[in-house]
């Protein structure tokens, strides 16, 4: 049994349940919430999903243009945990390079911390790359496995944790993506 829950867990881990444009995902969200009103500090501490990395921080990091909308998953719990968001964003067209960068995104927002910092170190155990040192970014970070020449970068801050991996690969771009998105949890 554990090793199907393990096999699961690291399946899902790479692979999205389904992907659906974020546009599509954020009109039915405004179909649910519809009489309903936020203020502007609420908006910002109720951000999760593909809006925990915003389209001009992709913009400012890598000098192009992206799609308004990224491609947007949902991902299953790990360990007992919260349903995570899984995000594939891509480059506009004339691309600036001649590798333009596509950015895959998977973020899961806990009930708490305590709950994210399990769940984080739980993964861990089973996809951390315990042969590169730590990146050293937010509350806890490691590289993690991932196909060869492909890193992925994971970062846990307060209840929120993500990983990150660039298409060209690009270690010190997402050290420099991973640290910006820190800084905004």
Same mark, same amino acid.
């Given at each position: 049994?554990?090793?199907?829950a393990l096999v699961f867990?690291? #399946? ?10 974020? /546009?599509?995902?954020? $009109?039915? =969200? ?10 502007s500090a609420d908006s910002?501490?109720?951000? !999760? ?12 990091? #890598? *000098?192009?243009? @992206?799609?308004?909308? &990224? ?16 995000? =594939?964003?891509?480059?506009? %067209?004339p691309f600036s390079k001649? /590798? %333009?960068?596509?950015?895959? #995104?998977?973020? @899961?927002?806990?009930?708490? %911390?305590?709950?994210?910092? /399990?769940?984080? +170190?739980?993964?861990?155990? @089973? ?5 590169? &040192?730590? %990146?050293?970014? *937010?509350?806890? !970070? ?5 196909? &060869?020449? +492909? ?7 307060? =209840?929120? /944790?993500?990983?990150? $991996? ?17 800084? $905004?949890?």
């Amino acid at each position: 049994m554990k090793t199907t829950a393990l096999v699961f867990l690291l #399946f899902s881990a790479l692979v999205p349940l389904t992907l659906i444009p974020r /546009h599509v995902v954020a $009109q039915q =969200k405004r179909n649910q919430s519809k009489g309903t009103s936020s203020t502007s500090a609420d908006s910002a501490a109720s951000r !999760s999903g593909c809006a925990l990395l915003p389209i001009s921080l992709l913009e400012k990091t #890598f *000098g192009e243009k @992206f799609d308004d909308e &990224p491609m947007e998953g949902k991902m299953p719990p790990a360990y007992d945990g919260a349903w995570g968001t899984t995000c =594939k964003f891509s480059p506009k %067209p004339p691309f600036s390079k001649q /590798h %333009p960068t596509t950015v895959e #995104f998977t973020v @899961f927002v806990e009930a708490s %911390p305590g709950d994210a910092k /399990h769940t984080f +170190e739980q993964a861990a155990t @089973f996809l951390a790359d315990t042969s590169k &040192p730590k %990146p050293g970014i *937010g509350d806890s !970070s490691y590289w993690a496995l991932s196909k &060869p020449n +492909e890193p992925r970068l994971a970062v846990l801050k307060g =209840k929120a /944790h993500f990983s990150l $991996q660039l298409e060209p690969p690009n270690e010190n771009k997402l050290k420099e993506l991973a640290t910006a998105v820190t800084a $905004q949890l």
